[in-house]
């Protein structure tokens, strides 16, 4: 590792470092013999740095893999409300609910003013409907993940692992039934 390290600086590259669980890799034995490693790094040199000041290296969870996603996020946390902020799309998969018509004539007909007004009360009550007639994926899904990160600050014993691979079970029927949904 250390020649690995002066290759690095003679060449004028360095670490990015990270954010996040800080093993990449992990051979998923349950039953003694597990093992984690550090096996991804980025490096960049000073004109990348300066360039991309908010640079920042993440490890996601793993859900299907011994190996867990990693990105490069050259926005770091400068722009996060906007990235993160959700704003209203419409989904063209509403169109299919039998309930979608009605509720969009009642709710340009009850609003009052312009045009705009009329669009924001359609919006406002689109967002709630498909709230209530839709399953939250995203929401679940996060539940999943909040579980998931707990168990990585515990100490792996075969409990958290059968856990751990109990949630990622639930995860993956959770993306296969979405996907379904949305087909």
Known sequence: MAAFSECLTEVGLQDLGFSGYPYTWENCRRNGGYIEESLDRFVANHEWRACWRNGQVLHFDATRSDHRPVACDTLGEEDEETRWGWSFHFEAQWTKHPECENMIATAWGSATGNALMKCTQVKDSLDGW??????????????????????ERRERTPEVLDQRAK??????????????YWQ
Do not use: G, T, W, Y
């Open 130 to 151: 498909s709230r209530a007639a839709f399953p939250n994926f995203r929401r679940q899904k996060a539940r999943i993940r909040r579980a998931l990160n707990a168990l």
């Open 167 to 180: 949630l990622q079970l639930e995860m993956d029927e959770l993306e296969s039934d979405e996907e379904l």
